[in-house]
């Protein structure tokens, strides 16, 4: 008789589900892991079926009133038979009485629902190849020059909860490039690249008014040329949209951003690009 059970993921194990991941075509950052586990190190889930791994799934708890669900994967073998259902139950167990958040692919959206999830909005993954360098204007500054202070509140004003541990491995990560815009004293803008298994992402993109965005764009985008740059848009900001599609950017996946216990209701005319479908 099989013996199935849901365990607690060990951080090695995390790597594998991030290559998990990367099968599944989600092209995760090459130095996700240590970010995502420095929000919550007990949030990460495994099922073992005769002491082999074949499921895991993250339920992320960022505070008292808010977590958000990625991850998702089950061997494909081992699908249709249960298991990502006590792998979900054990994440909502985790959650608890908090709201929670997900992005989920359009062939779990029902499921998602059955268990309570709402959609609050689509979001539209775009890519491009950026050819040529350009010079950034003038209010453009690394992210570094900003007291983090300052830089985690404006991201707070983006996101359901403060999330300092998460931001301060983000935007030190190998390879990824950080950029606020800055006009007087007041900060505008926030973005950041990273490297993927495939080209870059800009994720987060958060932007006062449309010409902040495009100029946090442009600059981010000089750390990607000559490979693929993707960029993530909540699809009710038309704006965002229309930046896309002025840069020749492409669709090329969207999914479901949906909410446990009711939507947040973000500034989304500010999210030029989301942070990351895996973790918010």
């Known amino acids: 008789m099989s013996h199935f059970q849901v365990e607690r993921m060990p951080r090695v194990e995390l790597d594998r589900a991030l290559e998990s991941a990367a099968r599944e075509g989600w092209n995760p950052g090459w130095h996700d892991a240590e970010c995502f586990w420095a929000i919550d190190p007990t949030g990460f889930f495994m099922g073992v079926l005769d002491g082999r791994v074949i499921g895991r799934a993250s339920a992320l708890v960022y505070d008292d009133h808010f977590a958000f669900c990625g991850l998702y994967v089950v061997d494909p073998e081992s699908r249709g038979q249960g298991y990502g259902l006590a792998i979900t139950q054990a994440r909502l167990r985790h959650i608890g009485k908090r709201n929670a958040g997900l992005d989920g692919v359009a062939v779990m959206v029902s499921k998602y629902e059955r268990l309570g999830y709402r959609t609050a909005h ?159």
């Open 122 to 280: 689509r979001s539209i993954r775009y890519a491009f190849t950026p050819r040529q360098a350009t010079e950034p204007l003038a209010g453009v500054v690394r992210a570094s020059d900003v007291p983090f202070e300052e830089l985690v509140a404006y991201d707070a004003r983006h996101f359901p909860a403060r999330r300092a541990a998460f931001l301060e491995r983000w935007i030190a990560q190998p390879g990824a490039t950080a950029l606020a815009y800055v006009e007087g004293s007041v900060l505008g803008g926030f973005g950041v690249i990273r490297p993927c298994r495939t080209g870059h992402k800009i994720g987060p993109l958060f932007a006062g008014d449309e010409r902040i965005a495009d100029a946090l764009f442009q600059a981010l985008c000089n750390q990607g040329i000559g490979g693929p740059v993707f960029l993530d848009t909540p699809e009710p900001n038309h704006t965002a949209l229309k930046l896309a599609e002025r840069y020749g950017m492409s669709p090329e996946f969207e999914c479901a951003r949906m909410y446990l216990r009711g939507d947040p209701e973000l500034p989304l005319e500010n999210i030029y690009g989301v942070t990351t479908f895996e973790a918010g």
